[in-house]
């Protein structure tokens, strides 16, 4: 079955820690992208990758970075200048015009 | 720069009613237009997409949505929602022609009651 798989579903942390959140595909895309989600805003660009080794700031890239060094995984680390990092995050891969989801991550900065 | 305004933030409805969710989007360009539903604590599912060709575009579960030009819009509609269809849907756009990223309206809720 090919997919995008996020991990963990859920997440706690610490005020102040670092926290790496997982994306993986396996649909061959060239393209994946990191959304924030809050309620009652929609999704927000974080980052996103054209291609491997290449990776580019969305809108909300304050406090956030990003890797790209293999072309199916694309991991999000949440860093401690993060101001408000508790949300739902979302990672996702396009082909054409296209944008395929994963099941999210939500995150909780305790 | 484009925008996507979700005209309705919840809209409550009756089982086997029709439904219509409205979306209204602004550029100067030509642009690529879809709705997406996230269900609870999951990701987005795309129902249906506009890139050109007809206006009338046919998604997944019985929704299809009109792209009209003149008034920037892109509605959802579906003739006789489910209990099922209760989710948060999402319109989206995006510059037609390569790589552009994808701008999202705010959400609606939709509630379909028994």
């Known amino acids: 079955d090919g997919g995008i798989t996020q991990s963990p579903k859920y997440l706690f942390r610490k005020e102040g820690q670092n926290v790496t959140l997982s994306c993986e595909q396996n649909l061959n895309h060239d393209a994946m992208y990191w959304y924030r989600q809050d309620p009652g805003q929609g999704l927000r660009l974080i980052y996103y990758s054209q291609i491997v080794n290449d990776f580019q700031k969305g809108d909300i890239a304050e406090g956030y970075s990003v890797s790209r060094e293999k072309k199916e995984s694309f991991p999000l680390t949440v860093t401690s200048a993060q101001k408000n990092p508790t949300a739902f995050y979302l990672c996702?891969?396009?082909?054409?015009?296209?944008?395929?989801f994963g099941p999210g991550t939500r995150l909780t900065v305790l | 720069a484009q925008s996507v305004t979700q005209l309705d933030s919840q809209v409550p409805v009756f089982e086997e009613a029709p439904v219509e969710l409205r979306c209204n989007y602004s550029?100067?360009?030509?642009?690529?237009l879809f709705w997406y539903v996230q269900y609870p604590n999951q990701g987005l599912q795309l129902l249906l997409k506009y890139l050109s060709g007809s206006t009338l575009v046919k998604g997944i579960n019985g929704f299809e949505a009109e792209f009209n030009k003149s008034q920037t819009s892109f509605h959802l509609r579906k003739p006789s929602v489910h209990i099922s269809d209760t989710a948060e849907y999402f319109c989206a756009v995006t510059l037609s022609g390569g790589y552009n990223k994808l701008i999202f309206g705010a959400g609606t809720r939709l509630a379909v009651h028994p």
């Open positions: 550029s100067s360009v030509s642009v690529y």
């Open positions: 996702a891969s396009s082909r054409d015009n296209e944008q395929f």
